[in-house]
């Protein structure tokens, strides 16, 4: 058992190495493509969210269409307090993400009140308050003319204006956050969201608060989408309210439902498999079909989301996850069988020398 830990320990290990080694050593492989660095800047803005999501909803099961509302709060408040109240940027996001975790706590305690989809209905409701204010506060948020001259985030003094030197300080974050979404899933938190999501009156018999935990649990998901919105916000230095609608929000679920909810990489999976496809359809519709409108990619991301729900309700990551353990299960037997098959041929020639 010690040994079979050990290997899993190194294996785990050698699967972070080669992460970091990615991380670091890729856009070198791909400098000069600006295209593809962007593409891949906003996958990791996207992964912060899903993997928010994916800890509020894999593991306490509780559905959110209101994220982007945060993704918002993120951006403006580092927009406006760098902009216009000259705050150094790192300090804007943490005051963003502290306002998102605010405004999750305010929220989240009549609507956890709520259950199955009387919640979902109401984070939606919550999501419609949100961009309306973000539309109609034009003094902050500059309305739907959008917010100009967002500053770009230093870093010991340097101004990250390049892809290359965005791309790091996103992708810091993104493996920041999983690894801290991984410890919270191993500790005594992560084991009472998993109790709350199998049987809330299970999990209360057994004495754990579960309004306490899924407040906590939307608070995180609130902070993970603050940043990245802050992230996004310095990035591209304009916003506009219809950045964090409705349908971002939607969005933002269907990455979860893509990648996944049996662990942590569900969220960057999912993001990863969204923008992809979303890149994808940019360059094909007009190709196949010259008349179509930009709905269509609500039509297409609205299927898929469908045809997951139906035959793979576990994303990607679970979908992989099984396919592994049948495989483990399948070498495992035949294994057994094979060792079997040589001892009864040991005994049968063993016995006729006899």
């Known amino acids: 058992m010690e040994r079979d830990e050990r290997i899993k320990g190194g294996r785990r290990r050698l699967v972070l190495l080669v992460l970091v080694a990615a991380w670091l050593g890729f856009p070198w492989l791909v400098a000069g493509n600006n295209y593809l660095?962007?593409?891949l800047i906003i996958i990791g803005v996207y992964a912060l969210v899903s993997t928010g999501m994916t800890l509020l909803m894999g593991y306490?099961?509780?559905i959110s269409l209101g994220q982007a509302a945060f993704y918002g709060v993120g951006a403006y408040t580092s927009a406006y307090l760098t902009?216009?109240?000259g705050w150094p940027?790192?300090?804007a996001m943490a005051v963003g993400a502290v306002l998102a975790a605010l405004v999750a706590f305010v929220v989240g305690i009549p609507v956890f009140r709520l259950r199955e989809h009387y919640l979902a209905l109401a984070t939606l409701g919550f999501g419609v308050i949100m961009f309306t204010l973000f539309k109609e506060w034009e003094a902050i948020t500059g309305g739907l003319n959008g917010f100009f001259g967002i500053p770009p985030i230093s870093v010991l003094g340097m101004s990250l204006q390049t892809d290359i030197q965005f791309y790091y300080l996103v992708w810091l974050f993104v493996l920041a956050g999983l690894w801290f979404?991984?410890?919270i899933v191993r500790s005594r938190v992560g084991r009472a969201l998993r109790a709350i999501h199998g049987s809330e009156v299970a999990a209360s018999s057994l004495g754990v608060n579960i309004t306490k935990y899924k407040l906590q649990i939307f608070m995180l998901s609130a902070m993970y989408a603050s940043v990245a919105g802050s992230l996004y916000a310095h990035?591209?230095?304009?916003?506009?309210p219809d950045l964090f609608g409705i349908v971002p929000s939607i969005y933002f679920l269907i990455m979860v439902v893509i990648g996944g909810t049996a662990g942590v990489w569900g969220g960057l999976v999912g993001a990863a498999v969204y923008v992809c496809l979303g890149e994808w359809l940019k360059a094909v519709v007009p190709i196949l079909m010259p008349d179509a409108g930009g709905e269509f990619e609500i039509v297409f991301?609205?299927?898929l989301l469908i045809i997951m729900l139906i035959y793979m309700p576990?994303?990607?990551?679970?979908a992989v996850q099984k396919g592994m353990k049948r495989f483990r299960t399948t070498a495992g037997s035949q294994t057994g069988t094979t060792a079997t098959t040589e001892r009864h041929e040991a005994r049968s020639i063993g016995g006729g020398h006899g």
Do not use: D, E, K, M
């Open 60 to 62: 306490a099961g509780q």
């Open 314 to 318: 576990s994303g990607l990551t679970g």
């Open 37 to 39: 660095l962007s593409t």
């Open 181 to 183: 979404a991984h410890n």
């Open 83 to 85: 902009a216009h109240a």
């Open 235 to 240: 990035y591209v230095t304009f916003i506009n």
């Open 301 to 303: 991301f609205g299927l």
């Open 89 to 91: 940027p790192w300090l």
